[in-house]
């Protein structure tokens, strides 16, 4: 019996040892990093006009506070990564345009200053650490 059991023991030993094994030879096989990871922390991709025109367009009327643009226009006017400031014009069904500038922080949300005063805040910019 005695014989029987250490047996049994080396068997179940010796199985864990080999699904242990064959564990990490799959991990270490699809470790891998994700190619499009790597490629943003050695070149961060910089934030594109279409993406703040897309969210900024809904900026009310600054002469009457209220309704949304129908278009907008924004050009990158600093450096960087999220390309602080932007300027940006947004035109309303009226025929108005307000012109804005613009600051996007890093999570998404925005401020904005119209060029005759008041300001606007929004959100959400699909900015590239966020991806």
């Known amino acids: 019996m005695i014989g029987e059991f250490r ?3 080396v068997a179940v030993i010796g199985s864990l040892l ?10 270490l096989a699809h470790r891998g990093g994700d190619a499009q990871f790597i490629q943003d922390q050695l070149h961060p991709p910089a934030l594109s006009p279409a993406e703040v025109e897309r969210v900024v367009r809904s900026a009310p009327d600054p002469l009457v506070g209220k309704g949304s643009g129908v ?6 006017e600093g450096s960087g990564q999220l390309g602080n400031p932007w300027g940006c014009v947004v035109s309303y069904k009226s025929g108005r345009q307000g012109r804005l500038t613009v600051h996007v922080n890093q999570d998404g949300t925005y401020t904005g200053r119209y060029a005759g005063g008041g300001g ?5 910019i699909d900015t590239p650490g966020a991806r």
């Open 7 to 9: 047996i049994r023991d």
């Open 71 to 76: 278009s907008a226009t924004c050009e990158r």
């Open 18 to 27: 080999v699904t242990g094994l064959a564990g990490s030879t799959i991990a």
């Open 120 to 124: 606007v805040n929004g959100c959400c």
